[in-house]
């Protein structure tokens, strides 16, 4: 339970950081968002640990803090003991799939993160067999259904590599745990 309490607060704690991030970023005369992910660029890869807390504008953060939440309470209630792995592990496998693939031009946000939570807890769910996991899927998937159009280049403005890249970087994440817990 302790661990539990832990992981929501480290949730918060985060949500709080991509908030304070954007708030200092409105503040100060130096452009954060600079060092978002740059493909192929040696500068670019500071970005693949720093484009998840950077967001141009308020509707952009706000869009993205309500999936973070929703979705990162979920892995955290129903697979807490792996919890840190999925973000950590998100962030890091969905940068750098941007930093080799995507378009040259400045990614930012936390839409990858989003994605690849979406992701995870899709085929997670699927992959362990059990109800909850099931349910949490089902859930997920016809609620969030929208999210799949993301991943198609539609607008140039977004990032679809990182949606992209997010919903792998999920789908890998779940395979590797799911095979982890059946052996």
């Known amino acids: ?3 539990f309490k832990k992981n929501y607060i480290s949730l918060l704690y985060l949500i709080s950081f991509i908030w304070l991030v954007f708030l200092i970023d409105l ?3 130096f452009n954060l968002n600079s060092w978002g992910i740059l493909p192929r660029e040696i500068s670019g890869l500071r970005g693949i640990i720093c484009s998840p807390f950077l967001h141009v504008n308020l509707q ?3 869009s993205n803090t309500v999936p973070i939440l929703i979705f990162g ?5 129903y697979y807490r003991k792996n919890a840190f792995k ?5 962030i890091l496998i969905s940068g750098s799939l941007v930093w080799v693939f995507a378009r040259k031009s400045l990614h930012i946000g936390a839409s990858s993160l989003i994605y690849a939570l979406f992701t995870f807890l899709i085929f997670a769910g699927i992959y362990q067999r059990k109800i909850g996991g099931i349910i949490i899927s089902i859930i997920v998937g016809v609620m969030y259904s929208g999210l799949i159009w993301g991943v198609l280049p539609t607008q140039t403005y977004i990032s679809w590599e990182g949606h992209l890249s997010g919903a792998i970087a999920g789908f890998i994440l779940s395979r590797i745990l799911y095979k982890k817990a059946k052996s």
Do not use: D, G, R, Y
């Open 1 to 3: 339970m302790e661990n």
């Open 27 to 29: 503040l100060i005369p």
């Open 60 to 62: 952009h953060i706000i």
């Open 73 to 77: 309470m979920l892995v955290i209630w």
């Open 86 to 90: 999925v973000f950590a592990f998100s």
